[in-house]
């Protein structure tokens, strides 16, 4: 059919190999389904699942030891509602979970990953925009395994300089703020906390 302008319509290309993304079969499928099936057992929140990220399988699907998994705390349900976002939205969400820390901190030590990153839902509702409940599951993770290797990745907590210095802090000693994103890395912890967005220099 030719378009309105009376020239032929463009031949849609195809989608190069490398974007395509196959299903997981044998141990990868193994892997994965162990992992489904732990994080729906212990109640978890993972922004995988909630923001149906097309490559779950790639992460999830390794090997014992080399997979990798993105917790989401604070919830499945956040308090602001991009655009762009998958992830549920609500102005009254329920309340934070206080055992969330603990078990994330056992889930993470009983599927023997070696690298995990943490992020969460933004909960605008909380009186320190959650920063204390994600510092609280650093630090269980970190004593249930030691070498564990920790990325977070933070909301921008409004701009509240107390609610990144209180993560910072009880994450890793010695941290200060830079402008920017700030990024802190010691003792096997990862700190992302993008606040430029917030005002913050």
Same mark, same amino acid.
Not at 58 to 79: N, P, R, S, V, Y
Not at 173 to 193: D, E, F
């Given at each position: 059919?030719?378009?309105?302008?009376?020239?032929?319509?463009?031949?849609?290309?195809?989608?190069?190999?490398?974007?395509? !993304?196959?299903?997981?079969?044998?141990?990868?499928?193994?892997?994965?389904?162990?992992?489904?099936?732990?994080?729906?057992?212990?109640?978890?929140?993972?922004?995988?699942?909630?923001?149906?990220?097309?490559? !779950?399988?790639?992460?999830?699907?390794?090997?014992?030891?080399?997979?990798?998994?993105?917790?989401?705390?604070?919830?499945?349900?956040?308090?602001?509602?991009?655009?762009?976002?998958?992830?549920?939205?609500? =102005?009254?969400?329920?309340?934070?979970?206080?055992?969330?820390?603990?078990?994330?901190?056992?889930?993470?030590?009983?599927?023997?990953?070696?690298?995990?990153?943490?992020?969460?839902?933004?909960?605008?509702?909380?009186?320190?925009?959650?920063?204390? =409940?994600?510092?609280?599951?650093?630090? *269980?993770?970190?004593?249930?395994?030691?070498?564990?290797?920790?990325?977070?990745?933070?909301?921008?907590?409004?701009?509240? =300089?107390?609610?990144?210095?209180?993560?910072?802090? *009880?994450?890793?000693?010695?941290?200060?703020?830079?402008?920017?994103?700030?990024?802190?890395?010691?003792?096997?912890?990862?700190?992302?906390?993008?606040?430029?967005?917030?005002?913050?220099?």
């Amino acid at each position: 059919m030719a378009a309105a302008d009376g020239s032929k319509p463009r031949k849609r290309e195809p989608k190069p190999d490398w974007l395509r !993304i196959d299903t997981p079969t044998g141990e990868r499928r193994e892997n994965l389904d162990r992992l489904l099936k732990d994080v729906k057992k212990l109640n978890l929140a993972t922004v995988c699942e909630e923001a149906k990220c097309p490559n !779950i399988g790639e992460c999830w699907g390794g090997k014992q030891g080399t997979a990798t998994a993105t917790i989401m705390l604070m919830g499945d349900t956040c308090t602001r509602g991009c655009y762009f976002c998958a992830v549920k939205t609500s =102005h009254a969400p329920p309340p934070l979970d206080p055992t969330e820390p603990k078990r994330v901190a056992e889930a993470i030590a009983k599927w023997g990953l070696s690298y995990v990153v943490l992020t969460s839902v933004d909960r605008d509702d909380q009186p320190d925009q959650g920063s204390g =409940h994600f510092a609280e599951t650093v630090r *269980r993770l970190k004593a249930e395994k030691p070498n564990l290797l920790v990325e977070c990745l933070t909301p921008d907590f409004r701009g509240v =300089h107390e609610c990144i210095d209180l993560v910072a802090q *009880r994450c890793v000693r010695g941290a200060g703020r830079a402008a920017g994103v700030c990024s802190w890395a010691a003792a096997g912890v990862l700190l992302r906390c993008c606040w430029a967005a917030a005002g913050l220099r």
